[in-house]
């Protein structure tokens, strides 16, 4: 009986263990500031998150192929960059499909060399990170950006706005995924994403294309890259070029967070959405309990590894591996 116990105690901890864990933290941060939990201050949270979990709703499309996209904290700079120089040369209603439809050139590029030319995804996008990067300082010439009249632009509308008596980018937020999660759930795109996700090969002798699969899910994440990149120039109405670096890890950790396998092949676009929460309102109560922004880079780590042994754990059945 008490083994009976232990292994159901090891299974709920391995499939809601991160659940487990983020209530804990609510009631503490809640415990240790009563602000943390008001409306003003779970808004903010929100909309804070909105950029990173635009971008998270693209990369769990990736990860439920079966891959990674290390790329897009450096494709955020590019399109951040991108729309906030074109504004001033070509005005904002030009500028916004350009940078769009450039950033979706970088992603056409990985999609084709991990879908097509079957290349590894860490190894493409690990070195599509550095050379977006480049790319990224090669076109500013190493300058931040910023809009020469911020006075008269309806371009902050998108980072600064309201709407039905919220944030546009919690509005955005909430669309995009809205938008994912039927394409993922209700149809056969979606199907074909955890087929080949889960099983790559029986996929293939399936009938289903597989490297066209992978391409589209990397045109998605490039096209929710985009929509953030537009999201924090919008904010800013400037930036520097470097705004994304980083990033690809707090993405990654929200996906898996929100119980993607990095194995491929499970997720959902709610969970997502999920994850992101869980990784703003910790970072957020580390904030206001009084410790400095950068031990949420620490905490940012912690919880990777928390949530891939917690994902190792949930296919297995157990928080420990049987061959000890």
């Known amino acids: 009986m008490a083994d009976i116990t232990r292994q159901q105690i090891g299974s709920l901890l391995a499939k809601q263990g991160i659940l487990i864990a983020f209530v804990a933290f609510l009631i503490g941060f809640t415990i240790a500031n009563p602000k943390f939990l008001t409306p003003d201050n779970v808004l903010s949270v929100i909309r804070s998150s909105a950029i990173l979990g635009v971008m998270a709703l693209g990369v769990t499309f ?86 020469v009249d911020k006075e008269g632009t309806w371009f902050s509308v998108f980072g600064q706005g309201t709407a039905l008596g919220l944030p546009i980018p919690i509005l955005m937020f909430i669309g995009v995924a809205a938008l994912l999660g039927l394409i993922l759930s209700r149809t056969s795109f979606g199907r074909k994403v955890y087929a080949v996700g889960g099983n790559g090969t029986a996929a293939t002798f399936s009938g289903i294309p597989r490297a066209r699969t992978v391409f589209m899910c990397y045109l998605i994440s490039a096209a929710c890259v985009a929509t953030a990149g537009l999201i924090q120039a919008s904010r800013s109405l400037g930036s520097q070029n470097t705004v994304g670096q980083g990033l690809e890890l707090e993405v990654l950790a ?18 997502t959405v999920i994850g992101v929460l869980i990784l703003g309102f910790i970072q957020n109560g580390l904030l206001l309990i009084g410790l400095q922004f950068y031990v ?22 157990k928080l420990w591996s049987p061959i000890a």
């Not at 996008?125 to 050379?131: N, P, Q």
């Open 62 to 147: 990736v990860v439920i192929s079966g891959n990674l996209d290390l790329s897009v904290g450096s494709m955020m700079s590019f399109s951040t960059i991108v729309v906030l120089d074109l504004h001033d040369k070509i005005g904002p209603a030009l500028a916004i499909p350009a940078m769009f439809a450039m950033t979706l050139a970088l992603g056409a590029l990985i999609g084709f060399l991990v879908g097509y030319l079957k290349l590894n995804s860490l190894i493409v996008t690990l070195g599509m990170l550095s050379a977006i990067h480049g790319l990224t300082l090669t076109y500013s010439g190493g300058k931040n950006m910023d809009i």
């Open 296 to 317: 949420q880079f620490i905490v940012t780590w912690v919880i990777i590894i928390l949530a891939v042994w917690l994902d190792i754990a949930a296919k297995r059945g």
């Open 254 to 271: 929200a996906v898996i967070l929100g119980g993607a396998s990095l194995l491929g092949g499970s997720g959902t676009i709610f969970k």
